[in-house]
């Protein structure tokens, strides 16, 4: 889907002159020429980015921007701001999530509204105000790690120097090799500030492309420093995965506020996509998972048995369904409450996951009934695995909570096993796994049948 993105500038030849250029790079390009309209195409025409110049009548830029940051309607859009280098400390505390040049080039204006697009995707709220990111980052800075791969030590003491008492974050000066070792090793920074020219031309880009690649550094934040004659490498950086482009001595003295108020939005970048990826990680266990045992629940057994069968199919091989069920479970439930009821659950839930483990799947599909399904088992397999459950469950009483009256409970279970088998390649996983699981219900109905605490395998007489 293409991107929209508003520009906003008093000028008419310069939102002309924007348009072009954007629209040129298949961007959806809206525009406005005074706060009003700009209100408006926010509010409307929900752009993804906001292109924000001068030149207006009626308003600072500076002030626009910490209107935008404020407003609910603009929060889901990052500001990038054009503005001169003196206004750059203000812009940033206004709120703009990075600031060019008017003069900017054009690889380097399509480079960062790139990146920012990209970011964007992985924050929840990219336009946050300024104080809320500063008191967010204050209260974990001690925790933070920021590695510093310069092109020299006198370099990366200065940076260090410069830093360390406006930040507040643990420091490490490392070479290349050292950078990648820490993270070989578990030791990743949080944020990578590197030289673009290291020990070679460009060699500092090849370790951002390689740190973003390794899985403990890709979600680490980057920044990139680079020489006043080598600015053509600030597009690629941005390009490679850098959320900033800083100049090789920060600044100097009079930039160092914004070199330092960079970092700490990266950071803060950083923190939120960290806290979105445990969320949706969250979300996706939570929407697989029972929330009582832990094990995986109907939702998602039911279409990973789907799988198995389609997999044992297409290799012709075998699979086992186990359907298990606690014996008299309503018993404990009527005589100790379903505080006690529900320690049992989980009990069994850890001891069948136990025997279980990497060998197959195990899930609760509701109430007292289990799952479990065994790839590439034969029956002898599958009743042996079985019978070892079973016997798992039977040889320890479980433990009731205080609230229960607390004591101890023998508990057994009983399980009903089938046998699908891939033979003709036509035929259809879905079926298989549907009538393998029925024959394993009907297994278990056989087994309670028959005194419970045993197991029935499908279309035999053998049982324990």
């Known amino acids: ?6 520009v906003a500038d ?4 310069t939102r002309i002159t924007l348009k072009v250029r954007l629209a040129a790079a298949c961007y959806d390009v809206l525009t406005a020429g005074t706060l009003g309209q700009l209100v408006q195409q926010v ?4 752009p ?3 292109l924000l110049g001068s030149g207006f009548s009626d308003q600072n830029p500076v002030a626009i921007c910490r209107e935008l940051a404020r407003d609910n309607g603009g929060a889901q859009a990052p500001v990038l701001m054009l503005a001169n280098g003196a206004n750059r400390l203000e812009a940033l505390r206004a709120g703009a999530a990075a600031v060019l040049e008017p003069t900017v080039d054009e690889q380097m204006l399509l480079a960062r509204i790139r990146g920012l697009l990209r970011d964007t995707g992985a924050v929840s709220d990219p336009q946050r105000s300024l104080a809320e990111a500063q008191a967010e980052f204050a209260g974990a800075a001690s925790a933070v790690q920021v590695a510093l791969v310069a092109d020299g030590a006198p370099r990366a003491l200065r940076w260090r120097h410069l830093l360390q008492h ?5 420091f490490a000066i490392c070479s290349p090799e050292e950078a990648l070792g820490a993270v070989a090793v ?8 590197i030289a673009a020219d290291i020990a ?4 500092g880009l090849r370790l951002l492309s390689e740190l973003r690649s390794r899985v403990g550094s890709r979600d680490a934040a980057f920044v990139v420093a680079t020489e006043p004659d080598r600015a053509e490498l600030a597009a690629i950086a941005l ?3 850098a959320g900033e482009v800083l100049p090789i001595d920060l600044g100097g003295d009079a930039g160092i506020e914004v070199a330092a108020l960079a970092l700490q939005m990266q950071l803060s970048r950083k923190e939120q996509c960290d806290r979105r990826r445990a969320e949706a990680i969250r979300t996706m266990l939570w929407a697989m998972t029972d929330p009582l045992t832990g094990l995986y629940n109907r939702r998602y057994a039911l279409p990973r048995l789907t799988e198995i069968a389609r997999d044992a199919l297409r290799e012709d091989t075998s699979f086992a369904v186990l359907a298990l069920d606690l014996d008299r479970f309503k018993r404990i439930n009527d005589n100790h409450g379903h505080a006690a009821g529900d320690a049992v659950l989980r009990d069994v839930a850890g001891r069948l996951e136990a025997e279980i483990g990497n060998l197959g799947i195990t899930a609760r599909l509701g109430g007292e009934e289990f799952l479990a399904v065994l790839p590439g088992v034969d029956d002898r397999q599958a009743w042996r695995r079985a019978e070892q459950v079973r016997r798992a469950i039977e040889a320890q009483p479980i433990t009731l909570p205080d609230l229960s009256g607390g004591g101890r409970i023998d508990v057994t279970l009983s399980i009903g096993i089938a046998i699908g088998r891939g033979r003709d390649p036509a035929d259809r996983p879905e079926r298989l796994a549907e009538t393998s699981l029925e024959r394993a219900d009907r297994a278990l109905m056989s087994a309670k049948a028959m005194g419970r605490n045993r197991v029935m395998l499908a279309q035999t007489e053998y049982a324990a």
């Open 1 to 6: 889907m293409t991107a929209r993105i508003l």
């Open 10 to 13: 008093g000028m008419a030849t």
């Open 43 to 46: 509010r409307s025409g929900h």
């Open 48 to 50: 993804d980015l906001i």
């Open 166 to 170: 406006r930040l507040g974050c643990r």
């Open 186 to 193: 578990g030791r990743a920074a949080d944020l990578y500030l």
């Open 200 to 203: 070679g031309r460009g060699d």
């Open 239 to 241: 390009d490679l995965g």
